[in-house]
């Protein structure tokens, strides 16, 4: 028999080393895995607690953006409501007769889009002309230059021409028959495109434009010194500018034209 000869029990011996490395050797393994799988487990857990989380605060931020552009559209639409015309719907406009040759103008205090204030009886000393007028108003486009001539030629004898806001509807409401809400816009755009120097006062409730009878555009009334009316227009339209000059003329003497 070639090689050496192992005493008994050798073989034996290193087969229960044997063994016993391999236990040791897979124990550590299954520890190693076991501590692999709780690793892996802490790390799913975390990931799943920060997808909680991060699902939580994107919840809560999107109920924040909606809630703010519920209220911001809530805010912006009973703002527009308030703000869009420049005066009251047109349930309110309800002129009665117009005032008469003779009659003692009523007084008012409105105020232009940018909330300068007139009051008619603080003009008394200087004759005055009223214009009750609509922005779609074709006579009243037409009558502008007439009245910026006038304020021209008069001026030196204190004449004050004051527009006042007597329709609820939009620039666009005689070519369309829109119903929108007259709005600033529509007033700059009016004084832009027809030169108007003088004041434009809005009547918000049309009380002024009730009380004057201005149920017609333009609705001209022309006021002495004293307030006293001295010429209206009455049913008229376009209105020449020789007329209003005359009546302008005969109200600084205290007199009346029809």
Avoid at 45 to 61: M, S, Y
Avoid at 75 to 83: C, F, R, Y
């Amino acid at each position: 028999m070639n090689g050496r000869a192992l005493p008994n029990g050798t073989n034996g011996a290193n087969r229960a080393a044997a063994a016993s490395t391999f236990t040791a050797e897979t124990t550590r393994e299954e520890r190693a895995r076991a501590t692999g799988r709780r690793a892996r487990q802490r790390i799913a857990q975390e990931q799943a607690a920060k997808r909680r989380r991060l699902g939580i605060i994107i919840g809560l931020v999107t109920t924040v953006v909606v809630v703010a552009i519920v209220v911001g559209a809530f805010v912006l639409n009973g703002s527009n409501k308030a703000a869009a015309g420049l005066t009251a719907d047109d349930t309110k406009l309800k002129p009665g007769a117009p005032l008469t040759v003779g009659k003692t103008a009523p007084d008012f205090n409105l105020a232009t889009v940018d909330g300068k204030h007139y009051k008619l009886s603080s003009l008394r000393g200087r004759p005055v002309l009223l214009e009750f007028f609509a922005v779609w108003c074709p006579h009243c486009q037409r009558e502008a230059p007439i009245l910026n001539q006038l304020d021209k030629s008069y001026a030196a004898k204190g004449l004050q021409s004051l527009s006042i806001l007597a329709s609820p509807y939009d620039r666009t409401h005689e070519a369309t028959g829109s119903t929108n809400p007259v709005t600033k816009d529509d007033i700059s755009w009016f004084k832009s495109t027809f030169s108007v120097q003088h004041p434009m006062l809005i009547d918000p409730d049309f009380a002024q434009t009730n009380q004057y009878g201005a149920g017609s555009y333009p609705t001209i009334y022309v006021l002495d010194k004293n307030g006293v009316i001295r010429y209206t227009n009455g049913p008229l339209g376009d209105v020449p500018y020789q007329t209003l000059a005359k009546a302008v003329d005969a109200a600084i003497k205290g007199q009346s034209t029809k």
